[in-house]
């Protein structure tokens, strides 16, 4: 069975077992919409994305006239697809989601601010679009962009200092054999950015970082003024292509980093 065919069964199954002949929706428990949606968030992990999204879009058009249930959908799938620690997180299905929301006429103007706002943010630095430039400072006052890199590979660690989360997952990264290597054959090259204003608190772990990494600090806080990358959660990790079109968005699992790094070096 193919990816699609078993995608098409396994939406007909989901969805037909709880509609009239007509294929509209009947009348069901809380609970049964609540299945449908935990199959969805488990799918969207085992499946390609455009099955996850196949499916995630049936969903959405099932309910769209059933104000009940697409209250009940935002709240079952909205954080799993967009809060920075759920292992769910996926902003190209969280998207369709804050469109729906936003479409929908059973959520009035100022119920659709937050949602406006985070599509807003969803839509930034996406997976194979470029990323956004930004301006380092280093230690001694040199300066430089993020588009001067020049490599096959980049790795963006957005960090603070002071984080204990940061701290772990420097100390992976530089444990890292696959990483070492990349950084060894010039295949790979990270810029360590801090995004915030304590320039004391960064001076004061500067030797924590790996000499060979781009270790600098955002002199006119452009990240967080402009909203450059979504910062609700540090660190984080963007791998980037020769030509800074992301590869990985916003994540924090070095073990990601280093599968595709193997998968994709020659």
Known sequence: ??????????????????????????????????????????????????????????????????????????????????????????????????????ASPFYDSTEKVRPRYQLEMAKKNRIGQPAADFTYTLANGNRGTLYDIDAPFTLVYINNPDCHACEELRKMMGESFVI?????????????????????????????????????????LAMRKEELYDLRAIPSLYLLDKDKKVLLKDCASVDMVETYLVRNSR
């Not at 939406?11 to 069901?28: N, W």
């Not at 959405?60 to 209250?71: C, G, I, N, P, Q």
């Not at 304590?198 to 006119?220: C, M, S, V």
């Open 180 to 220: 070492a290597n990349q950084l060894k054959t010039g295949k790979l090259k990270i810029v360590a950015i801090y995004p915030d204003e304590d320039l004391a608190a960064w001076r004061k772990h500067l030797q924590e970082t790996p000499p060979e990494w781009i270790n600098g600090y955002d002199a006119e």
């Open 1 to 102: 069975m193919t990816i699609k065919n078993t995608v098409v069964w396994g939406l007909s199954a989901l969805l037909l077992a709880c509609s009239g002949a007509d294929q509209k929706p009947k009348p069901e428990a809380s609970w049964q919409r609540e299945a449908k949606f935990r199959t969805f968030l488990n799918l969207s992990m085992a499946e390609p994305l455009d099955s996850a999204r196949y499916v995630l879009d049936t969903l959405l058009d099932f309910y769209k006239d059933d104000s009940t249930a697409m209250r009940q959908m935002d709240a079952s799938l909205a954080d799993a697809l967009s809060n920075p620690n759920s292992p769910l997180r996926n902003d190209e299905l969280y998207m369709p989601l804050l469109e729906a929301i936003i």
